[in-house]
Nanobody, 126 residues
Framework: QVKLHESGGGSVQPGGSLRLSCVVSGYTDNERFRFMAWFRQSSGKGREGVAAIHLVGRGTEYSDSVKGRFIISHDDGENTLYLQMSRLKPEDSGVYFC?????????????????WGQGTQVTVAS
């Protein structure tokens, strides 16, 4: 069974940086994700996709709210997904989840993810 485990959340002041990690375990050759993504859920809001990556082609997609401030990357050897977050704002606060899927189309989207981690809390406040 594939499992995803996030870490790296915490409290930071506006303008600060954090790096989130998501370790994937339990892969078999037929179950390796082709896409992974980071989502966040803020208090009173639905889950929002913030960054996604195609693990073969390395294409990426970002929400407009984080474009230019966040960078998604993946270490194949460590089976670890990262989200480098810079110039953080209070509205970036929330629980951040990583997710993966095996879709075989080439389009990077924030839909149809099948496996999810438990989330890590990010709080941006003075």
């Amino acid at each position: 069974q594939v499992k995803l485990h996030e870490s790296g959340g915490g409290s930071v002041q506006p303008g600060g940086s954090l790096r989130l990690s998501c370790v994937v375990s339990g892969y078999t050759d037929n179950e390796r994700f082709r896409f992974m993504a980071w989502f966040r859920q803020s208090s009173g809001k639905g889950r929002e996709g913030v960054a996604a990556i195609h693990l073969v082609g390395r294409g990426t997609e970002y929400s407009d709210s984080v474009k230019g401030r966040f960078i998604i990357s993946h270490d194949d050897g460590e089976n670890t997904l990262y989200l480098q977050m810079s110039r953080l704002k209070p509205e970036d606060s929330g629980v951040y989840f990583c997710a993966g899927k095996n879709a075989y189309n080439p389009y990077i989207t924030f839909t149809d993810y099948i496996s999810w981690g438990q989330g890590t809390q990010v709080t941006v406040a003075s």
